[in-house]
């Protein structure tokens, strides 16, 4: 599995892997790639909308540096 978080954007997920809710219940992606959401503001969490756009989310790709 690999995950990438899009610069502006949601963190984009590929490959074999297991959605679950924090009391275990699994979410079924519907797909092997999925956009989860980072901004907060998408009505299809954990799933991206695009609403960041809307937003003018701004989100580095890069980890922060460290502190």
Known sequence: MTVTPCED???LVRGRF???TQEGQEIDPGRA???LCRCGL???????DGSH??????AT????PAA
């Open 18 to 20: 297991r959605l679950v």
């Open 53 to 58: 756009r809307a937003a003018g989310f701004r």
């Open 9 to 11: 954007g949601p963190l």
């Open 33 to 35: 790639t999925v956009a």
């Open 61 to 64: 790709s890069d980890p922060d």
């Open 42 to 48: 998408s009505s299809t969490k954990p799933f991206c």
